[in-house]
């Protein structure tokens, strides 16, 4: 694949990435390389969701047409620029990886109860729950053949992937067990769900584009890391008063009595005004399953967007964010070293 000059603005508004990523003079020469794999991802991804069955074809299609920053093939591309770049393997494996991703949003809305996923209303609401989970299992085996023609590491590496992710779902659905802590529950959940996913992106970079070994460890702990600060960031902006920011309900986590870290910060306060501001929401998730209107818990969410622990989340996922970028400490610098901080740096952005 030949590198082509650009700048990172084509990135940036076909891919939905900031300049900032590859701002750095070595980072600025991957982009070309970067956004020619990705043009090739997306090519690829439309082919796989392709049908000729009607329904499976609207179905599958339905959460990629509704758009999606592709976050996590970008990161499979650049870990590749440590080794041969992308080439078809790393095509493939990114290809795999972006499947399993969108058949997990599927199952989650489910299983979440939410509304509405990228702007749009969610599978389930349009299909109902069994179309809509049928579509994720679906997604799931497409990518488990694109690994299966990769060879045994790559299965075994969609396999752990894809154990993680339910394990992830499994522990949310059930929630925090006597004895154990709230917080570090919570954040295992984020890595399972969240982390393990983009942990793989990366590794698939550098394992399929023959980079270094020393490289996997290093980028499977930035990934995990990088994931948990992404969603506990997720979760600062999860409260925002903007629908347009998330393409979701403000608040639809809590809403449908999935907790988040600011509402578990609050709840460990043991505070007067914290407590009642942990009784209002339990009793507001308590009401809308009994099948009150959702909007019963505006006022109290809004109270918990301002309060500190929204705040104290914030620096929770800069915490993460940190540890992440010192993860990459072992790999060569140079431009994709570059773009990985930069990377894990802009994150932060989002909830500012």
């Known amino acids: ?18 300049d900032r990523v590859f701002a ?24 796989e969701l392709h049908s000729t069955d009607a329904l499976v074809d609207s179905t599958a299609r339905y959460l990629y047409e509704a758009g999606g920053k592709r976050v996590r093939p970008m990161l499979t591309m650049l870990a590749a620029q440590l080794g041969d770049g992308a080439n078809q393997s790393v095509i493939d494996a990114a290809t795999a990886l972006e ?3 969108l058949g997990s949003l599927y199952h989650d809305d489910v299983m ?23 579509t994720g299992d679906l997604l799931f085996s497409r990518a488990s053949q694109i690994m299966a023609r990769l060879g045994n590491r790559a299965m075994s590496l969609q396999a752990d992937t894809f154990e993680r992710l339910v394990l992830g779902q499994m522990h949310e659905t059930v929630g925090v067990q006597p004895g154990e802590d709230p917080i570090r529950f919570y954040i295992q959940v984020l890595a399972d769900k969240t982390g393990s996913l ?53 608040g639809t ?39 009150e209107d959702p909007a019963i818990l505006d006022q109290p969410l809004a109270d918990l967007r301002d309060h500190p622990a929204t705040a104290r989340t914030r620096e929770l996922a800069l915490t993460w964010t940190r540890e992440a970028i010192a993860a990459l400490e ?23």
């Open 330 to 352: 072992p790999l060569p610098r140079g431009g994709v070293r570059e773009a990985l901080v930069r990377f894990a740096e802009s994150l932060v952005d989002r909830s500012s």
């Open 24 to 47: 750095g003079p070595g980072s600025r020469r991957l982009v070309g390389s970067i956004e020619d794999g990705l043009e090739i991802v997306e090519a690829r991804l439309a082919e």
């Open 112 to 134: 979440d109860g939410a509304d509405r996923r990228r702007g749009v209303a969610s599978a389930h609401r349009v299909w109902g729950n069994s179309i809509a989970i049928l």
């Open 198 to 250: 983009i942990a793989a992106s990366v590794q698939a970079g550098a394992i399929f584009s023959d980079a270094s070994e020393s490289t996997h460890e290093p980028l499977r702990l930035y990934g995990e890391k990088v994931g948990v600060a992404f969603q506990l960031l997720d979760d600062v902006i999860d409260l925002s008063a903007d629908p347009a920011e998330t393409g979701k309900v403000p």
């Open 253 to 291: 986590d809590l809403r449908a009595g999935v907790p988040t870290m600011p509402y578990l910060l609050l709840a460990q306060s043991d505070a007067p005004a914290d407590r009642a501001l942990t009784a209002r929401i339990d009793d507001g998730v308590a009401r809308i399953g009994a099948g």
């Open 99 to 101: 499947l399993t991703h």
């Open 1 to 18: 694949m030949t590198p082509r000059p650009a700048t990172g603005s084509a990135i940036a508004s076909r891919f939905g990435l900031s």
